[in-house]
């Protein structure tokens, strides 16, 4: 896993856009995209969860969650407002290759959850998760097996802790956190569809 920062302030709070690459073999970016983007299956891989609620089905690509993470000391507990939207993407550098896949996480607002009412301070974010399955179809003709395919996973995301952390704190959370939450979801999805036939 290659992870990459920036060091960022708004507001003398840190927002480090962070972007990952991670290629996983045995699985696909629609699987990939399906356990990150389906409700039924977060609190398997997101420990930091405390509570998750599902607003509005917008439709079955497009949902909006009101997540509650565990306190991170010294800093406040935290909450998150986004709709997530999954889609498949046609794959423009190989017609005839596999589709890409992403999910896009993106804060927004909701009249009945207004903003730092209760315990919880809301943060706001931007994630891209982008899947690219590659296929080394094999030699002999054989039927494609989970050892013939990985997934290239590039993860990006910007957060802002909404109320004030100081920097040196966040950066040693998010450098804490996001290889562990990278490397827990991924382990995840590959015990999931080790024994399922492949999603494309
Ligand atoms: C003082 C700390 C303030 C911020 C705490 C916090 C809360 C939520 C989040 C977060 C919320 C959503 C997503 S996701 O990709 O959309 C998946 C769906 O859950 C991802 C990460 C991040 C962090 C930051 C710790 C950092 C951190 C990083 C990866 C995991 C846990 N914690």
């Given at each position: 896993?290659?992870?990459y920062?920036?060091?960022?302030?708004?507001?003398?709070?840190?927002?480090?856009?962070?972007?990952?690459?991670?290629?996983v073999?045995?699985?696909?970016?629609?699987?990939?995209?399906?356990?990150?983007?389906?409700p039924?299956?977060?609190?398997?891989?997101?420990?930091?969860?405390?509570q998750?609620?599902?607003l509005?089905?917008?439709?079955?690509?497009?949902?909006?969650?009101?997540?509650?993470?565990?306190?991170?000391?010294p800093?406040?507990?935290?909450?998150?407002?986004?709709?997530?939207?999954?889609?498949?993407?046609?794959?423009?550098?190989?017609r005839?290759?596999?589709?890409?896949?992403?999910v896009?996480?993106?804060?927004?607002?909701?009249?009945?959850?207004?903003?730092?009412?209760?315990?919880?301070?809301?943060?706001?974010?931007?994630?891209?998760?982008?899947?690219?399955?590659?296929?080394?179809?094999?030699?002999?003709?054989?039927?494609?097996?989970?050892?013939?395919?990985?997934?290239?996973?590039?993860?990006?995301?910007?957060?802002?802790?909404?109320?004030?952390a100081?920097?040196?704190?966040?950066r040693?959370?998010?450098?804490?956190?996001?290889p562990?939450?990278?490397?827990?979801?991924?382990?995840?999805?590959?015990?999931?569809?080790?024994?399922?036939?492949?999603?494309?």
């Amino acid at each position: 896993m290659r992870m990459y920062r920036r060091e960022e302030e708004v507001d003398g709070m840190a927002v480090d856009p962070l972007k990952a690459v991670h290629t996983v073999p045995g699985i696909t970016g629609h699987e990939v995209c399906h356990y990150f983007f389906g409700p039924q299956y977060r609190y398997d891989w997101e420990t930091t969860l405390e509570q998750m609620t599902v607003l509005e089905t917008v439709s079955d690509d497009t949902l909006v969650f009101l997540q509650t993470h565990k306190r991170i000391w010294p800093a406040s507990q935290r909450d998150v407002l986004f709709w997530s939207h999954m889609r498949k993407l046609p794959n423009e550098n190989d017609r005839d290759g596999p589709d890409l896949w992403t999910v896009v996480n993106n804060s927004t607002t909701h009249l009945d959850y207004p903003p730092n009412v209760g315990k919880c301070v809301r943060i706001y974010l931007k994630v891209c998760l982008l899947c690219q399955t590659r296929v080394d179809p094999p030699k002999d003709g054989a039927p494609l097996t989970r050892d013939n395919i990985s997934c290239k996973i590039t993860y990006c995301s910007v957060v802002n802790p909404g109320g004030w952390a100081p920097a040196s704190v966040l950066r040693a959370v998010y450098k804490r956190e996001y290889p562990k939450f990278l490397k827990r979801f991924t382990a995840y999805v590959v015990n999931q569809t080790k024994n399922k036939p492949i999603m494309f």
